[in-house]
């Protein structure tokens, strides 16, 4: 843990940071046991150890937990970095995208931040949104700098790839596997050339 | 309670309809006024004039109370008959299909569909799932009917124009309406012709 000339919101050290990082542990744990939507905050004290009131202090409601909980997840687990082969560089991140999805709790995450609050929502989503901006924009970026002329925008990357991973995931569509994100990716890009 | 020669599920007439109505109204009112994650069922009893114990005893839940509500509203709000003309119908149901996910309160229905728990959540999205994919297989036939010769499958319409629409309305990306859904569905014939 470091001393943290860091701004208050990260909370370095000491015992708010092992308090945050019981909750976090407690709220991944329960969210794998019984779904997003049966945790409550008074479990995930019990759970983690801390008294309710320091958890209704901190974090308000559940979803405003669950969604700095996703956004904890989604830092430890990054999108492969982009080689420049764009082709490659996309299968990689649509078949990335699909397991970070699937992973256990990925897509109770995924629900706990569409179903925050207006405010917090919107903030969630801008965050999750602005993560998927940022890797397809690495992934363009890195592409052109390779000597590709015409890469896609990321915008048509969003509806080609991730939306249907998206979708598929949450809707339990059955074949929605590494082999089809990978397949996802390439076809759309043979599509274009 | 109804004395009922149908399925007690189906509940038709008398005070047990009327409570139901009741009911349904505060719902939607309330997702429209708050959001969905702000519906108890104090509240909707409140707002319906009935008693939490009979909303609680006949719904269990606010997710199941919401997906019971969600599916009502898409039976009252059918997308349009198809013409067999596919290039037609598809942009219809795209921009049938925003209008739908984007009137007041739909994307808190869709959010609560999608939150409810486990076995509801299953329930509510196959029966979410099979109500785009009636309504494409209709498309589909009409076209095959019209002597459409190669129309394409359900699940990559599903892929191209559904999945997208979702993805965009969830996460408020701007630049999605009617005219975004045509050209959405339009594009993907052309680029498949």
Same mark, same amino acid.
């Given at each position: 843990?470091?001393?943290?000339?860091?701004?208050?919101?990260?909370?370095?050290?000491?015992?708010?940071?092992?308090?945050?990082?019981?909750?976090? @542990?407690?709220?991944?744990?329960?969210?794998?046991?019984?779904?997003?939507?049966?945790?409550?905050?008074?479990?995930?004290?019990?759970?983690?150890?801390?008294?309710?009131?320091?958890?209704?202090?901190?974090?308000?409601?559940?979803?405003?937990?669950?969604?700095?909980?996703?956004?904890?997840?989604?830092?430890?687990?990054?999108?492969?970095?982009?080689?420049?082969?764009?082709?490659?560089?996309?299968?990689?991140?649509?078949?990335?995208d699909l397991?970070h999805l699937s992973?256990?709790?990925g897509i109770?995450?995924f629900?706990?931040?569409?179903?925050?609050? &207006?405010?917090?929502?919107?903030?969630?989503? @801008?965050?999750?949104? @602005?993560?998927?901006?940022?890797?397809?924009?690495?992934?363009?970026?890195?592409?052109?700098?390779?000597?590709?002329?015409?890469?896609?925008?990321?915008?048509?990357?969003?509806?080609?790839?991730?939306?249907?991973?998206?979708?598929?995931v949450?809707?339990?569509?059955?074949?929605?596997?590494? @082999?089809?994100?990978?397949? &996802?990716?390439?076809?759309?890009?043979?599509?274009?050339?």
């Amino acid at each position: 843990m470091s001393t943290g000339t860091r701004p208050a919101a990260a909370r370095p050290g000491g015992r708010s940071a092992r308090v945050r990082d019981a909750v976090h @542990r407690a709220v991944t744990e329960l969210i794998c046991e019984r779904g997003a939507d049966r945790v409550t905050i008074p479990l995930v004290a019990s759970r983690a150890g801390v008294n309710p009131t320091t958890v209704y202090r901190r974090w308000h409601t559940v979803p405003a937990l669950l969604a700095e909980v996703a956004a904890k997840e989604l830092d430890a687990d990054a999108p492969p970095p982009p080689t420049g082969d764009l082709r490659a560089d996309l299968a990689a991140y649509a078949e990335w995208d699909l397991a970070h999805l699937s992973r256990p709790g990925g897509i109770a995450f995924f629900r706990a931040e569409v179903a925050a609050d &207006l405010d917090e929502r919107k903030a969630g989503l @801008r965050e999750c949104l @602005r993560q998927v901006d940022d890797a397809l924009e690495a992934i363009v970026a890195a592409a052109r700098a390779g000597g590709e002329a015409d890469p896609p925008p990321v915008e048509e990357i969003i509806d080609r790839v991730v939306a249907p991973l998206y979708f598929r995931v949450v809707f339990a569509i059955p074949g929605t596997d590494a @082999r089809f994100a990978r397949a &996802l990716a390439e076809e759309y890009l043979d599509g274009r050339a």
